[in-house]
């Protein structure tokens, strides 16, 4: 009991400065807390999982700079599964934002020793939301003539046989607003039938969910960073968003305890005070 009246009178600053190494600590090296993985992301891990080495995959950057600490997670761990399964990543964004993420990863890949040209490649932004999305479809060298670099899409060994989204294996695409689901199913999965799987932010999960139950999509990642967490989990990729998860839940855990014992002091400093009072007789 007196060990709680102490932590009644420690100094603030020192339970934050606990509460800050709790959720440090995760960050630096996750822990792996034990997280459910459900079966809209199980889904897109066996989508990825289908692929064989040599399948080009589009990977869509759709998100915003205010969305992506949720999907670029998501986006990032999808590559890497793509890519250690031997497939070919193909690299755009309709979101002006989503180009430095593609090229994040294309230069996170590179130092990693994968090769442009032939296991990735970066095409760029094009304007034009739906529009742009609706031309990329039918002939991606119309809105595409060369590469971020400069170069003729023909010069590139990932890029011979494609020429409309028909010709990929598995689109994924991973967005914060429009274009999203919606736009890539109206114009390029009901065109051309090309498995597609979605990756967005949590507000966003529950309205694309018909979508994934209709077969429209063939994987879905509607928990923003949670599922980016899951999909590490499932492939046994641990990461960014696993640390994340961690430091949540171990902050959550930390400030929990906190009230408890705050509350138990609070209960027993009444009770005290109570006994003290004198009784009328």
């Not at 997280?35 to 809209?40: G, K, L, Q, Y």
């Amino acid at each position: 009991m007196r060990a709680l009246k102490k932590f009644a009178e420690v100094d603030r600053r020192y339970l934050y400065l606990l509460l800050l190494i709790v959720v440090i600590v995760p960050l630096v090296k996750p822990l792996g807390i034990p997280i459910d993985v459900s079966s809209s992301t199980m889904k897109f891990v066996n989508a990825v999982d289908s692929l064989q080495p040599g399948d080009r995959m589009l990977l869509v950057f759709d998100y915003s700079i205010g969305g992506g600490p949720d999907v670029d997670p998501q986006a990032q761990v999808v590559m890497a599964h793509a890519l250690s399964k031997g497939a070919k990543v193909v690299c755009v964004a309709f979101v002006d934002t989503g180009l430095q993420y593609a090229t994040k990863a294309i230069e996170f890949w590179e130092k990693r020793g994968k090769v442009y040209g032939e296991d990735m490649i970066n095409l760029g932004y094009a304007a034009g939301a739906e529009t742009a999305v609706s031309a990329f479809a039918q002939d991606i060298r119309a809105v595409f003539p060369t590469d971020v670099r400069g170069k003729r899409l023909d010069e590139y060994p990932i890029m011979q046989g494609i020429k409309n989204a028909g010709d990929f294996k598995l689109i994924a695409e991973f967005a914060t607003g429009i274009p999203g689901p919606a736009e890539w199913i109206r114009q390029v999965q009901t065109r051309y039938k090309v498995p597609l799987a979605c990756g967005v932010v949590a507000v966003m999960g529950p309205q694309n969910e018909p979508y994934l139950q209709s077969g429209q999509l063939v994987g879905l990642l509607g928990g923003g960073l949670k599922s980016a967490a899951e999909y590490e989990i499932a492939v046994k990729m641990p990461g960014a968003a696993t640390a994340a998860m961690d430091a949540q839940s171990l902050g959550h855990v930390a400030i929990v305890l906190f009230v408890i014992l705050g509350n138990i002091v609070f209960i027993i400093e009444k009770s005290e005070e109570k006994s003290k009072k004198p009784t009328r007789k």
